[in-house]
């Protein structure tokens, strides 16, 4: 898996690509999370549509990952995550999963729809 990473007006973004398995892509943004966190960059955009063989979580794939993100975040990042349409749960199970564990997360299909709610998003209200 090869990751890219950069800050662009106060967005970090992060494209990761190749093979992964889906445990690993979950490390992968745990650790991006916790970079986010570490400098203080409160909003982050990872790209997952380059990653190749990565399988479609289950619901208790989705919450363990909504969970342990939410850990690494603290509060202190919100997560836009670009994803293929077929890894996204109709519902946004793993999104609904993260807010009860305080960490604000959405998934889009589109860059630029994720880029556009996170440039929105306002902590304050």
């Known amino acids: 898996m090869r990751e890219s990473f950069e800050v662009r007006n106060g967005i970090a973004e992060s494209r990761l690509s ?5 445990v ?3 490390d992968r943004v ?5 970079r986010c966190r570490e400098r203080s960059l409160e ?5 997952c549509t380059g990653l190749e063989d990565v399988p479609i979580p289950t619901l208790v794939d989705r919450f363990l990952a909504a969970e342990e993100w939410a850990q ?3 509060g202190m990042v919100v997560v836009a995550l670009v994803a ?4 996204i749960h ?3 199970f793993g999104c609904r999963v993260a807010a009860d564990f305080g960490l604000t997360l959405d998934v889009y299909t589109a860059e630029p729809d994720a880029m556009a709610w996170l440039s ?3 902590r304050s209200g």
């Open 18 to 22: 190749g093979k992964s398995s889906l």
């Open 24 to 26: 690993d892509a979950v």
């Open 30 to 34: 745990s650790a991006i999370v916790t």
């Open 43 to 47: 909003r982050l955009m990872v790209v």
């Open 72 to 74: 690494k975040a603290e």
């Open 84 to 87: 293929h349409a077929t890894h």
């Open 90 to 92: 109709p519902q946004k």
């Open 120 to 122: 929105g998003y306002d």
